[in-house]
């Protein structure tokens, strides 16, 4: 079993940062892919970014340019640092794990296998 702890939401105006964490613990493995999706009140749970076992990363066009995810294998870490931020970027941040599909885990839900609880981001205008 894996569990998934975010960290590092938080409340900022509309062009300031907010860098999210996400720690997982229960395996001790790296083979895995490490993503981000969000949801905003009413609105379903839509990607934001992933990366993949080999480094490589794919994202939301609507963050692309804004946002930069990475990781660190040695703390089974994945962050997201979030720029430029927009009101329409207010949204509850998950994390998600895809042991299935470590390198080629993309938009879907269901590429991932395991999901965090949430850290909420909120953007003043």
């Known amino acids: 079993q894996v569990q998934l702890v975010e960290s590092g939401g938080g409340l900022v105006q509309a062009g300031g940062s907010l860098r999210l964490s996400c720690a997982a613990s229960?395996?001790?493995?790296?083979?895995?892919?490490m993503g981000w999706f969000r949801q905003a009140p009413g609105k379903e749970r839509e990607f934001v970014a992933v990366v993949r076992r080999s480094g490589t990363t794919y994202y939301a066009d609507s963050v692309k340019g804004r946002f930069t995810i990475s990781r660190d294998n040695a703390k089974n870490t994945v962050y997201l640092q979030m720029s430029s931020l927009k009101p329409e970027d207010t949204a509850g941040y998950y994390c998600a794990v895809g042991w299935r599909r470590y390198e080629t885990a993309g938009a879907a839900r269901n590429d991932y296998d395991y999901w965090g609880q949430g850290t909420q981001g909120t953007v003043s205008s």
């Open positions: 229960g395996h001790t493995s790296s083979n895995y892919a």
